[in-house]
Nanobody, 121 residues
Framework: QVQLVESGGGSVQAGGSLRLSCAAS?????MAWFRQAPGKEREGIAV???????TYADSVKGRFTISMDDAKKTLYLQMNSLKPEDAAMYYC??????????????????WGQGTQVTVSS
């Protein structure tokens, strides 16, 4: 079992920044950030693999940065230049299996409780 606890969400104005954190109870193989807005499907937005390779959805590329502090077993998502369309519940996911890390929700066995991000225009 892996417990994931997200934090760092909040309300910001468009153009602002937030940093989300996801503390894991133990190491896993792939970790990623997903988001889901009301009435929309869950979207995989950033993936971090054990080699440090990162993958981003086009919607956040150049604005968001995913990173990992191995010592703290904590995954981060730095979000800059936030837009109203970034408003959503943000979740981190952990995949313990040895396979290619993808931004596909079904690949991730463990999930945090989510943290809400609100962006006002």
């Amino acid at each position: 079992q892996v417990q994931l606890v997200e934090s760092g969400g909040g309300s910001v104005q468009a153009g602002g920044s937030l940093r989300l954190s996801c503390a894991a109870s133990r190491y896993t193989y792939c970790m990623a950030w997903f988001r889901q807005a009301p009435g929309k499907e869950r979207e995989g937005i950033a993936v971090f693999d054990p080699a440090g390779t990162t993958t981003y959805a086009d919607s956040v590329k150049g604005r968001f940065t995913i990173s990992m502090d191995d010592a703290k077993k904590t995954l981060y998502l730095q979000m800059n230049s936030l837009k109203p369309e970034d408003a959503a519940m943000y979740y981190c996911g952990a995949d313990p299996l040895f396979r290619r890390c993808r931004p596909v929700g079904n690949d991730y066995r463990y999930w945090g409780q989510g943290t809400q991000v609100t962006v006002s225009s």
